[in-house]
């Protein structure tokens, strides 16, 4: 049975199908009513003060959670159809190492990439990067931030 999880709230739940109601939509989430939610292989626990970010297929971003602004200081609306690697200045990885393009490109989840991100303000800051892409027709991606301690 497939897990789901919603970019907007982070609550999971499960669905046999992936659809509901009598015109098979896509199942939105019962908490918040988020519009889509995205399929994980795995049941998923983000950390409390973590960040969703929901991508298309080209990476742009199309919503962020709750936790994106306290992490990145970024408003959803300043972060609509940017693409993720560029917004969050995450561009420093080398082709083959890149989590969001290993993921796009593949299909494949990258959970606990240790990464650094630019907030609006400019600063660098330490993060984990789990990345997991969408198992539907339309593609994409969910990329989930959650800060790392200073060590």
Known sequence: MPFF?????KERSLDHDGRQGLLDQAVSCQRCGFGFLFELLDDYYPSPNTGLVACDRDGRILASGRGVFELTGFNEADLMGKNVVEVFGL???EPDRNPIGLALEWGVRRLGEQIELRSRAGNVKRVTADVFPA???DGGLLVALSPRRAS
């Open 135 to 137: 198992y539907d027709d």
């Open 91 to 93: 561009a420093g990885f």
């Open 5 to 9: 999880i919603c970019p907007n709230c």
